[in-house]
């Protein structure tokens, strides 16, 4: 099978081509740390997606990461991060390629990942919560991951490559809660 191993798909020609990797959550955490590290190697170019200003600040000193305010929950936030993405890979896109194997650089680009990291979680039990934080969780860890997966599809499918790694929350944390929950009412 073809696409049994990734890395085998990939040829010479698309090796020369710069790596667009799309990561959602960069605000903090994982999301964070893979953008930094990615744009300290060569050939890759990181659209790192934040939901506030203030993650967006943290990229705006690191060369080859682009950040693009997205909201995962919202369709015209994600589609505005596509439109960003498309961008970038039409431009300078006529670049020829010489087939000679010469000193030549292509010029083309490429998205080579979505990487799904946005997620939150509430923790608690599930009596202390309303509805609305499950619902507001799976809107974003579920839903957000479907709605960008499928807005950057198309890119994907034309491409006849690429990866879609999404990662999950091993455990329901909020890193803005510095205090142990307790519940609304100490009874028996």
Known sequence: NKNENYNDNITPTMARKQLG?????CDSGFGQ??????????????????LTPQGEEH??????????PV?????????????????????DDEESVKDDDSTSQENNKYLHAIVNNAGLGFPSLIDWQDVS????????????????????LP??????AGLVPTIGKDKISNQDDKEEQKPPHSGR
């Open 21 to 25: 990797v799309v990561i959602t959550g």
């Open 33 to 50: 740390l893979l953008a930094y590290e990615l744009s300290k190697r060569p050939g890759y170019v990181v659209f790192a997606t934040c």
């Open 59 to 68: 990229f705006s000193n690191i060369e080859n990461v682009h950040t693009i």
């Open 71 to 91: 909201d995962v929950t919202d369709q015209e936030s994600v589609d505005a991060a596509v439109s960003v993405v498309q961008s970038w890979l039409m431009s």
């Open 133 to 152: 934080a499950f619902e507001k969780t799976m809107n974003v860890n579920f839903f957000g991951v479907i709605r960008v997966t499928k807005a950057f």
């Open 155 to 160: 890119i994907l499918k034309y491409q006849s």
